[in-house]
């Protein structure tokens, strides 16, 4: 049973160009979630996510930045524009509908020029 | 919201000894406490969990401890081994929010 898979894994972007992070969950996961690593840090939630449905995006900058998971396919985390405050580590992670336990992909190391 | 504490930062401990991390939350309703392991370049590994409703599991040498009236859990690893070494999260969450709060990890270092 593969993992959840995320890609790219590294991503270098000039600022103002735009970021696409696509996130594909463990098979039977109905549940996604993004968040942000800088470095040296603990992981920040970002936004929660089910298929054609965003249910929390609290943790989520509310310009430039937006999620989708549509019916197919992957689940997309934008950035436009970028600026260099938005290199970190994002992360997706998924879960089945009946419990708690997340499990996450290997990131997407994004890094702003 | 809910805040996380972790402590310590950094622990190193000799191969074969014990390590132990401890962590407080603030929000009473949080109910889920799951632990992950982070190596190098890599996502965070899902190592075990607990809910508000036991005290305490283990799962061969990991073992995590909850107390909920004075809001802190616990990881520890017994017979420790160099692959142990890693950045250990603790994190919570509450059943109506499903995100995860995360503590600021631990760097665990295993000498040989």
């Known amino acids: ?113 | 919201g809910e805040n996380v504490e972790q402590h310590p930062s950094t622990l190193s401990v000799q191969e074969g000894d014990s390590a132990v991390i401890k962590c407080t939350y603030s929000d009473s309703a949080s109910n889920y406490f799951p632990w992950y392991k982070q190596e190098l370049g890599k996502g965070p590994q899902l190592i075990i969990d607990i809910r508000s409703n036991v005290g305490e599991k283990k799962d061969q040498r990991i073992a995590v401890t909850l107390n909920k009236t004075a809001k802190h859990f616990s990881l520890h690893i017994t017979e420790t081994q160099p692959e142990d070494s890693a950045v250990y999260f603790c994190a919570a969450s509450r059943p109506s929010a499903r995100q995860l709060t995360f503590g600021s990890g631990t760097q665990l270092t295993v000498l040989p």
């Open chain 1, 1 to 113: 049973n593969a993992g959840v898979m995320q890609n790219p894994r590294h991503l270098v972007r000039r600022r103002g160009q735009e970021a696409r992070l696509r996130c594909s969950p463990m098979k039977g996961h109905s549940h996604v979630y993004w968040y942000r690593q800088l470095p040296e840090e603990g992981l920040k939630f970002m936004v929660y996510l089910q298929k054609e449905n965003i249910i929390d995006e609290s943790g989520m900058p509310k310009e430039r930045f937006s999620a989708e998971f549509p019916k197919e396919g992957p689940s997309i985390l934008r950035i436009q524009q970028v600026v260099r405050g938005d290199s970190a580590a994002y992360f997706c992670a998924s879960s089945p509908d009946s419990l708690n336990e997340q499990f996450f992909g290997p990131g997407t190391r994004l890094t702003v020029l």
